[in-house]
């Protein structure tokens, strides 16, 4: 990291700080909310960019056009939080082997079981598309479910936020889970399946309704998540460059997100820079196809910066270290990369310590999002799971996933 880091976050707040300057801040702001849309902080040390922005803009309109990433659709859905919120979901079905389900004869008037579903819940500044690898892999030989967390993706503005009724919290992320849930999956068995901030409305969901988890819940996948003490990492930064971030960050989220539409011009402005520190926070490996790593940026440059600003201050409150143990003797798959920089992979082991029945998995050279990096390590572990909990029957092939690597395997 740049000895600078430091310096650039003092030169965003003062920039954005200052009365009638917004104009000339509208560059730095776009740098800070590229951090932070990233999960990251400010003050990232980036190489030298060489190739025209002309040839950037071409190529990245190309791999959007050749990318067939987060391209999977199912039956559509809503829900509603309790605040009036519009929740948008989609349902990926059992295929039937060799076609239509045949008649099930009733004994006794009871219908057959109701299928195990697997809900997926995405992290911040990503949409259900992030699942695109294990959606694809799944699809068809488990019932699941994709949602869009509230001021996601397809998902309609929090209501109580944008009437500055409420802050966003954690635990209303759990009650949106809730909804989608009762909506989506009214009755069997379910599998929880939340990466980062989906891993939080998990444990949200299970210490706000743990009757739930008792009752219904037969497996939990907690991917690049913590369980809380996140205002304690550190992004890779030194330690003035934390001291700084932390300090400066909140007053500067807070006023750009007061001036949306010109800070996102900025944004906008910056994109290339906005591209290298969602690289920097997203992966670790060197070789991610570039199509994955453009995937990447387009849903965390979707997120605008308005509900960037209002998510950030839940994940310092968040702390749900009792609520994992709701999830004792349950099969619990608890996975990480081992370079994650948001969401370090002690945060993971911390989980696991307190679920010693849980499987823990680290990655080697893998980052935050580790599902797109390196998908078949996540499926692989995940339809495990699946298996222990009898949601797939033993020796079920999952479909391919594809490689989310420019190096082919030999």
């Known amino acids: 990291m740049s000895e600078s880091s430091a310096e650039a976050v003092a030169a965003v707040a003062s920039a954005t700080g200052a009365a009638g300057s917004w104009r000339r801040a509208t560059g730095i702001a776009g740098v800070a909310i590229g951090v932070v849309a990233a999960g990251a902080a400010a003050g990232v040390a980036l190489e030298r960019m060489t190739v025209g922005r002309g040839m950037r803009r071409k190529a990245r309109l190309a791999l959007d056009s050749a990318g067939p990433y987060g391209a999977l659709r199912g039956t559509p859905g809503k829900a509603y939080a309790d605040d009036g919120t519009e929740l948008y979901f989609e349902v990926d079905e059992v295929e039937p082997e060799g076609g239509a389900a045949p008649r099930r004869r009733r004994l006794f008037g009871r219908k057959a079981p109701a299928p195990v579903t697997v809900v997926f819940s995405h992290g911040y500044c990503l949409s259900q598309d992030s699942w695109h690898f294990q959606r694809a892999a799944l699809r068809g030989v488990v019932r699941t479910v994709h949602w869009d967390q509230r001021s996601h993706g397809r998902s309609g503005r929090g209501v109580a936020q944008a009437q500055d009724e409420a802050g966003l919290t954690i635990d209303q992320l759990g009650r949106d889970l809730k909804a989608v849930i009762d909506a989506a999956v009214p009755e069997g068995p379910l599998v929880l399946v939340?990466?980062?901030?989906?891993?939080?409305?998990?444990?949200?969901?299970?210490?706000?309704?743990?009757?739930?988890?008792?009752?219904?819940?037969?497996?939990?996948?907690?991917?690049?998540?913590?369980?809380?003490?996140?205002?304690?990492?550190?992004?890779?930064?030194?330690?003035?460059?934390?001291?700084?971030?932390?300090?400066?960050?909140?007053?500067?989220?807070?006023?750009?997100?007061?001036?949306?539409?010109?800070?996102?011009?900025?944004?906008?402005?910056?994109?290339?820079?906005?591209?290298?520190?969602?690289?920097?926070?997203?992966?670790?490996?060197?070789?991610?196809?570039?199509?994955?790593?453009?995937?990447?940026?387009?849903?965390?440059?979707?997120?605008?910066?308005?509900?960037?600003?209002?998510?950030?201050?839940?994940?310092?409150?968040?702390?749900?270290?009792?609520?994992?143990?709701?999830?004792?003797?349950?099969?619990?798959?608890?996975?990480?990369?081992?370079?994650?920089?948001?969401?370090?992979?002690?945060?993971?082991?911390?989980?696991?310590?307190?679920?010693?029945?849980?499987?823990?998995?680290?990655?080697?050279?893998?980052?935050?999002?580790?599902?797109?990096?390196?998908?078949?390590?996540?499926?692989?572990?995940?339809?495990?799971?699946?298996?222990?909990?009898?949601?797939?029957?033993?020796?079920?092939?999952?479909?391919?996933?594809?490689?989310?690597?420019?190096?082919?395997?030999?």
Not at 206 to 222: G, W
Not at 270 to 276: R, S, Y
Not at 287 to 297: K, L
Not at 312 to 327: N, Q, R, S, V
């Open 194 to 410: 939340g990466h980062s901030m989906g891993g939080m409305t998990v444990m949200a969901l299970a210490d706000q309704y743990p009757e739930l988890v008792r009752d219904r819940v037969v497996a939990v996948a907690l991917v690049g998540t913590s369980s809380g003490r996140l205002g304690e990492v550190d992004f890779g930064l030194p330690v003035a460059g934390v001291n700084a971030v932390r300090r400066v960050l909140p007053g500067v989220l807070k006023a750009l997100g007061q001036r949306a539409e010109l800070v996102e011009k900025g944004r906008r402005a910056t994109a290339d820079l906005f591209a290298g520190i969602i690289k920097r926070y997203s992966f670790a490996s060197r070789d991610v196809d570039p199509a994955v790593a453009r995937f990447a940026e387009r849903m965390i440059e979707s997120t605008p910066i308005d509900v960037v600003a209002e998510f950030y201050p839940a994940f310092t409150d968040h702390d749900k270290t009792e609520a994992l143990a709701h999830f004792g003797g349950l099969p619990v798959l608890v996975l990480a990369g081992v370079q994650d920089l948001i969401t370090p992979s002690e945060h993971s082991e911390v989980i696991a310590g307190l679920l010693p029945d849980a499987e823990l998995v680290l990655v080697p050279d893998a980052g935050h999002l580790v599902m797109l990096e390196h998908p078949e390590a996540v499926t692989d572990r995940l339809a495990d799971l699946l298996t222990r909990a009898g949601a797939v029957p033993a020796g079920a092939t999952v479909g391919g996933y594809g490689s989310s690597s420019t190096v082919q395997p030999r």
